[in-house]
């Protein structure tokens, strides 16, 4: 199988902190991530693409100062949300791509960020 | 316009039901096709790829019209377990192929 894991699966922090997501691929090695965020009856939106050993690429629209993105190993990526807002309150979803294939893509449980 | 449409739904139906979704992309250059399933506040998991001449994986038929830029799928005998978000998505062309999600269309089979 593939397995991907998301740590924390919900969080609720106040406005002006900031929030470390992790991301892991278990049992294989992920040479690209993805770090999508869904607002409620929405569709998953890419913030960013993760590839280990290099900075992450974001989406237009995405800050990339205030979503901090760390892919330090093939089988881990982190997304830090600093000085978070009410606004960046969102289901956030990581998922992995093996290196042999080029479209499928594992997700994460997801994290649920809560911003009070 | 969107990369990727669809309506939202949602679909109530019987179980036993047949249903069937339509979703439509907007570039031509778009290279592969799939189904996603989501369930509430989980994650997305591959229902099935798509594939021009068609495919079945058990009660569930995709289809890929490239000409019109149309995807379906089709749930024969629908059952109470098929309740969730169902989203059509596509990918770009190239290695570094992103995702590409439609909004979902939301199904709820009943008794």
């Known amino acids: 199988g593939a397995v991907v894991s998301q740590h924390p699966s919900w969080v609720i922090c106040k406005s002006g902190t900031s929030v470390k997501i992790e991301c892991r691929s278990l049992d294989f090695q992920a040479t690209t991530m993805f770090w999508y965020r869904q607002f409620p009856k929405q569709s998953l939106m890419l913030m960013a693409t993760?590839?280990?050993?290099?900075?992450?690429?974001?989406e237009q629209g995405v800050e990339k100062d205030k979503f901090l993105i760390n892919h330090a190993s093939l089988t881990l990526s982190t997304l830090t949300v600093t000085s978070a807002h009410p606004e960046d309150s969102s289901f956030y979803i990581c998922?992995?791509?093996?290196?042999?294939?080029?479209?499928?893509?594992?997700f994460g449980p997801g994290t649920r960020l809560t911003v009070t | 316009r969107k990369e990727v449409e669809q309506d939202p739904g949602p679909f109530n139906v019987p179980e036993g039901a047949t249903v069937a979704f339509n979703c439509t992309y907007s570039?031509?250059?778009?290279?592969?096709f799939f189904w996603y399933r989501q369930d509430c506040r989980k994650e997305p998991k591959l229902l099935m790829s798509v594939y021009s001449s068609g495919n079945e994986d058990g009660r569930f038929t995709a289809q890929l019209n490239r000409a019109s830029q149309y995807i379906s799928l089709l749930i024969r005998d629908s059952k109470l377990s098929d309740s969730a978000t169902y989203l059509c998505?596509?990918?770009?062309?190239?290695?570094?192929?992103?995702?590409?999600f439609g909004t979902g269309t939301r199904l709820q089979v009943t008794l």
């Open positions: 998922s992995a791509r093996k290196a042999s294939v080029s479209y499928e893509q594992y």
């Open positions: 998505v596509v990918t770009t062309t190239g290695t570094a192929s992103k995702l590409t």
């Open positions: 570039n031509s250059a778009s290279q592969s």
């Open positions: 993760s590839n280990e050993g290099s900075k992450a690429t974001y």
